[in-house]
């Protein structure tokens, strides 16, 4: 064989041990690849808690006044004192407005001069009915005047009662002229200055009163809650929480006293009050609130954080860590979401580590990280 075969010869070999070479690398290093496991997700994780957590129903509600008094005069005359300011906490009693009480004065003190004129009239009467009394029986006096005088002295008690009649009401109008606060209350704007004259006809109001202890909230919830209503009702008052606008700030804490005696067809609800003590004054007449109805408590019930809870085909789930720092999927069944807890009637037991955040990157079986202190804890446990 020539030299210049022999050499493509070598040149051959050569080459083929590169590509065998070449290959067998290939596939160590994917078959290190294929080794490797894959790196572990870093998650938020939780302890599923036993709670007691409370059953209710919220609607949009309206802060109400026991009792608004718009403040009108019942005399005339002048306004000579205004006794309270604009806002003022006022008791059953208080003085707000003075009328001019003089013109009242002097009819009471006329009615009181003609009580006791009539009164010494009478008892001239009177006595000359007794003299005619003990002359007509010995034919000194005619039966006739006997009778005039009897009749006289029946008309001056006549005039006597009329005179307390008249007492009586112009004391009554002088006590008109102090215009008082007729509840407990809270005033508004003044809407008549001192130095006014006021006349009844004109019905000019003064100033609205309006009781702020207690108050009471009227609602609307919907119509096919009715019956769960009324029977937890039965069994005792039911409790309200009245919430701010935006259902964040808690503002007072009531209880259930009207379920109205029929639905709204126009709406299908039903109409409820609720009344508060308000004795810090945090509802005010005229606020809109949102009404919580506790109807009842479910006891030691499994809650986690509500992102905990993630939703898939086949209905809501949630990861649970087991040991070796795996995740399981785990089906569950949601019985409500309240301030931000998910109550889990099936599929979890208090002390279950779940995961609450970071879920979009698992899969069944996948390895996670935790926050080191949340490791530390579950140590110690």
Do not use: C
């Not at 009164?119 to 009177?126: K, S």
């Amino acid at each position: 064989m020539s030299k210049r075969a022999l050499g493509g010869l070598g040149l051959l070999v050569l080459l083929a041990a590169v590509v065998a070479w070449r290959l067998g690398l290939d596939r160590g290093v994917s078959h290190a690849k294929a080794e490797t496991p894959p790196p572990a997700v870093p998650v938020t994780p939780g302890i599923v808690t036993a709670s007691n957590m409370p059953v209710y129903l919220q609607g949009i509600g309206t802060v109400q006044a026991f009792n608004t008094v718009t403040i009108e005069t019942r005399v005339g005359g002048p306004i000579v004192k205004v006794a309270f300011t604009e806002g003022q906490e006022v008791k059953t009693g208080d003085l707000l407005f003075q009328i001019d009480p003089r013109p009242y004065q002097d009819a009471l003190e006329q009615a009181l001069a003609a009580k006791a004129k009539d009164q010494a009239l009478l008892g001239a009467a009177q006595a000359d009915l007794a003299r005619y009394a003990s002359l007509v029986g010995h034919g000194f006096q005619t039966r006739q005047s006997y009778d005039d005088q009897r009749g006289l002295v029946a008309e001056l008690q006549a005039a006597i009662e009329g005179d307390h009649a008249a007492i009586a009401t112009a004391a009554l109008n002088l006590s008109y002229t102090d215009i008082r606060s007729p509840i407990d209350g809270r005033t508004g704007a003044q809407m008549v200055d001192i130095g006014n004259l006021l006349q009844v006809a004109n019905n000019t109001p003064l100033v609205v009163v309006t009781q702020m202890q207690p108050i009471f909230v009227s609602f609307t919830l919907p119509q096919d809650k009715l019956d769960e209503i009324r029977h937890y009702q039965q069994l005792a008052p039911l409790p309200v929480t009245a919430l701010s606008a935006d259902g964040k700030t808690r503002l007072a804490q009531g209880k259930l006293t009207l379920i109205d005696n029929r639905v709204n067809q126009a709406t299908g609800t039903v109409h409820l009050k609720a009344q508060f003590l308000n004795r810090n004054e945090r509802l005010w007449p005229g606020e809109f609130v949102n009404a919580r109805l506790t109807l009842r408590v479910l006891h030691d019930v499994a809650t986690v954080p509500s992102q905990t809870v993630q939703q898939g085909p086949d209905g809501d789930y949630v990861y649970v860590i087991s040991q070796g720092d795996t995740v399981t999927r785990q089906n569950v069944v949601v019985a409500d979401v309240e301030d931000g807890l998910a109550v889990i009637t099936t599929g979890l037991k208090p002390g279950q580590h779940v995961v609450v955040a970071g879920q979009y990157r698992l899969t069944e079986g996948a390895h996670v990280t935790l926050r080191q202190a949340y490791a530390a804890e579950s140590a110690r446990r």
